[in-house]
C-alpha cells in the first residue's frame, strides 16, 4: 500500500507581508526603515517596495514618520507605569501599573538573569543611536571643512598672479 498523501506545502508570501515583516522586524530593533534597505533587506525591487509601502500606509498597517521614513502601527497597549522599590530586608517590590509583586533577593535575580538579553539589547540600541548622533555632527563638521576649503581655494585662484607675459 503507498501513501497517497501530499505534505501541505508552506503558503508563499505576498510582497506586502514580506514588507510589513522586514519593517516589524527592522522597527523591533529601532532601526530606520527607509525604502532602500527594506529593498536592500528583501530584494525586492524599489517599485515593488514603494506600490507595497503605498498599500500598507493605505489598509493602516504602516505609516509615515516622516519623508521616506515607515513605522508600523502599534497594536499594544501603551505601556504602564513601572517602579521599583528596595526595601532594608532585601526584597523588592516591583509595580507595573496597577500590580505589585513582592519579590524575594533570589526572585530578582532569577528575574535579572531572565531580563539579561533584552538589557543587553536595549544598551546596543542606545549605542547604535549615539553613534547616529554623533555621525550626523561629525558629517556636518566635515561639510563645513569642505565648504570652507572649496572657498579657499577659490579665493586663492581668482588672486593668483598671471604668469604669462
Given amino acids: 500500500m503507498t501513501d497517497t498523501t501530499t505534505k501541505a506545502e508552506k503558503p508563499t508570501k505576498s510582497n506586502a507581508e514580506i514588507v510589513l515583516e522586514a519593517i516589524q522586524d527592522l522597527h523591533a530593533r529601532e532601526q530606520i526603515v527607509t525604502r532602500e534597505i527594506l529593498a536592500e533587506l528583501t530584494g525586492l525591487k524599489l517599485t515593488t517596495i514603494d506600490d507595497r509601502l503605498g498599500h ?6 504602516v505609516r509615515r514618520v516622516q519623508r521616506g521614513v515607515f ?3 502599534d497594536h499594544h497597549k501603551p505601556a504602564r507605569p513601572i517602579s ?4 532594608p530586608d532585601g ?3 516591583l509595580e507595573v501599573g496597577e500590580s ?5 533577593p533570589r526572585e530578582v ?3 535579572g538573569e531572565l531580563m539579561a538579553g533584552s538589557s543587553q539589547q536595549y544598551a546596543a540600541i542606545e549605542i547604535g543611536h549615539e553613534a547616529a548622533r554623533l555621525n550626523a555632527a561629525l558629517a556636518g563638521q566635515v561639510s563645513e571643512v569642505r565648504r ?5 581655494q577659490e579665493g586663492a585662484a581668482t588672486t593668483a598672479p598671471d604668469n604669462e607675459e
Fill in 109 to 111: 535575580r532569577m528575574i
Fill in 100 to 104: 505589585v509583586i513582592i519579590l524575594s
Fill in 71 to 73: 513605522v508600523p502601527v
Fill in 91 to 93: 526584597t523588592t517590590v
Fill in 148 to 152: 570652507e576649503l572649496r572657498q579657499l
Fill in 56 to 61: 500598507l500606509v493605505d489598509n493602516g498597517k
Fill in 84 to 87: 521599583r522599590t528596595l526595601c
